[in-house]
């Protein structure tokens, strides 16, 4: 018995030929596909966020870049200014140092040849001159807070560390000895001796203090002026912020002088 079978229209093919239906529609599968993806980047793109207005993108990242500066200042460096030649020729007036405040708290104590910046001990600088201009005071505090600028009170001092609590130092004729044993130093000041006419001790140095004394020995009011301050002239290692390890400005000063000043 004979069957009659539909026709298949002409040009479409059975409904598994592949290749059929590829002509059918145009473009094909790879052409569906690819508009199935333009849909979706379009809708990605058109649901994302608009950007921040400058406005407020300003002060974002000044807030941002001040967060980052006091962090950096209180954990890793600060920047301290020389006002006088007590440090010349290794530190001149004007050159701004950076301190390494990170090595005391990773175990690190001050050592004989080591310049250092400390805070005054009580009665080693006249009181500080303060800026009448409210505004620009306000200004200079919060800069010097976060550490952009050197501290404003300023009332901060950087010599070389001669001798550590426990050794004994002595100044004569033009000789400078620690424990006995003569010092050498290189960094003085062209034309000034070690003890640039001021013969003092023996001083036992005591323990938890530093005998600090400047590299412009003939023009620097140190430990050897304060004897009679607390402490014998001796500065708590307590007052030490950390050790002098670049001279950062001018930039024909720049100098490194080591992790820990050496």
Known sequence: ??????ETPSGTGAPGDSASNAH???GGRAEARRRARGSRGRKAGGSGRRPRPWWIELPVMAAVGL???????TCLFQVFTIPSG???NTLRIGDRVGVNKLAPL?????????PVVFKDPGGWLPPQPTDPNPVTNTVSSVLSFVGLVPPKDDNYLVKRVIATGGQTVQCEGSTLSVDGRKVDEPYLHPGDDSCAGLDFGPVKVPSGYIWVEGDHRSDSADSRYHQHGPGGGAVPVDNVVGPVSAVVWPLNHLDWFGWTGR
């Open 67 to 73: 967060v980052v500066a006091l962090l950096i200042k």
């Open 106 to 114: 990773t175990g690190w104590e001050p050592e004989p040849g080591q």
């Open 86 to 88: 007590s440090m010349e």
């Open 1 to 6: 018995m004979a069957v009659n079978l539909p």
């Open 24 to 26: 059918a529609v145009p």
